[in-house]
């Protein structure tokens, strides 16, 4: 999988203009405009497909499980973006999610096969709208293929309302990751953000990445609710393993 990926990058060639941006590849092409995209691919792999479309749409590819070699033959002209996605994707659910600052085509499991908890994901192009990001957000709840999405949007995205909501969704699994809401609680814009992040953290403290980020909002935060709050959650963990 390694060497078809790496070929894609060495034969690929990504020409941008004002109306859009255009990868070619061992004499196919894929063009993206706007809200539309046009390909002519004969015989490219899906992986290389993939590396051709994250080109064109400066998107970041992620794959659930990594890429297949599947030839892929589609030939379309100012197909709109979503249906287009498709075509060239096949049986493969996956979700672009752009926002000003990110692009990332998500990309799942063939046939939409259900992951270990029986879901599927649905295929969603997101825009700058938030309102639209969070419900693609909430398409991918209970997705455990989904987990690298979701701690993108509750990193990157421009909207503190799809943040809370990603970060909703990431705090629903059972598992806590100490490390990332540790930098939200550290980092982010919104104090309310940063305030659901630190309580959160109350309930990891078994691991060393929330106790570290817990005595250090507690002892160098420069708001004053945010430090008293860490403090807060540190003694009543401590007064509860001494219960």
Same mark, same amino acid.
């Given at each position: 999988?390694?060497?078809?990926?790496?070929?894609? #990058?060495? =034969?690929?060639?990504?020409?941008?203009?004002?109306?859009?941006?255009?990868?070619?590849?061992? *004499?196919?092409?894929?063009?993206?405009?706007?809200?539309?995209?046009?390909?002519?691919?004969?015989? =490219?792999?899906?992986? @290389?497909? %993939? %590396?051709?479309?994250?080109?064109? $749409?400066?998107?970041?590819?992620?794959?659930?499980?990594?890429?297949?070699?599947?030839?892929?033959?589609?030939?379309?002209?100012?197909?709109?973006?979503?249906?287009?996605?498709?075509? $060239? =994707?096949?049986?493969?659910?996956?979700?672009?999610?752009?926002?000003?600052? @990110?692009?990332? =085509?998500?990309?799942?499991?063939?046939? *939409? +096969?259900?992951?270990?908890?029986?879901?599927? @994901?649905?295929?969603?192009?997101?825009?700058?709208?938030?309102? /639209?990001?969070?419900?693609?957000?909430? +398409?991918?709840?209970?997705?455990?293929?989904?987990?690298?999405?979701?701690?993108?949007? $509750?990193?990157?995205?421009?909207?503190?309302?799809?943040?809370?909501? +990603?970060?909703?969704?990431?705090?629903?699994?059972?598992?806590?990751?100490?490390?990332?809401?540790?930098?939200?609680?550290?980092?982010?814009?919104?104090?309310?953000?940063?305030?659901?992040?630190? /309580?959160? #953290? *109350?309930?990891? #403290?078994?691991?060393?990445?929330?106790?570290?980020?817990?005595?250090?909002? +507690?002892?160098?935060?420069?708001?004053?609710?945010?430090?008293?709050?860490?403090?807060?959650?540190?003694?009543?963990?401590?007064?509860? %393993?001494?219960?």
């Amino acid at each position: 999988m390694r060497a078809a990926s790496t070929l894609a #990058l060495v =034969l690929s060639t990504v020409v941008t203009t004002h109306a859009g941006s255009m990868a070619l590849a061992n *004499g196919c092409r894929i063009a993206v405009h706007p809200q539309e995209i046009s390909a002519d691919v004969h015989g =490219l792999s899906v992986a @290389t497909v %993939a %590396a051709l479309l994250g080109q064109a $749409l400066q998107a970041n590819v992620q794959w659930s499980a990594g890429p297949d070699q599947e030839p892929i033959v589609q030939s379309f002209a100012g197909v709109p973006l979503e249906a287009g996605l498709e075509r $060239l =994707l096949g049986r493969r659910n996956f979700t672009f999610i752009r926002t000003a600052g @990110t692009r990332t =085509l998500w990309i799942a499991s063939r046939d *939409g +096969a259900s992951s270990s908890a029986g879901t599927a @994901t649905a295929p969603a192009v997101v825009s700058g709208d938030p309102y /639209e990001r969070r419900a693609a957000l909430d +398409a991918l709840a209970g997705d455990p293929d989904a987990v690298g999405i979701l701690h993108e949007a $509750l990193l990157a995205d421009p909207d503190a309302q799809v943040r809370g909501r +990603a970060l909703d969704l990431v705090l629903a699994d059972d598992t806590i990751p100490a490390a990332l809401i540790g930098h939200v609680a550290r980092t982010d814009a919104w104090v309310g953000l940063r305030a659901r992040a630190i /309580e959160a #953290l *109350g309930r990891a #403290l078994d691991d060393p990445e929330a106790q570290a980020a817990l005595t250090d909002v +507690a002892h160098h935060e420069a708001e004053g609710a945010l430090r008293t709050l860490a403090r807060r959650v540190l003694r009543r963990a401590s007064r509860a %393993a001494d219960a």
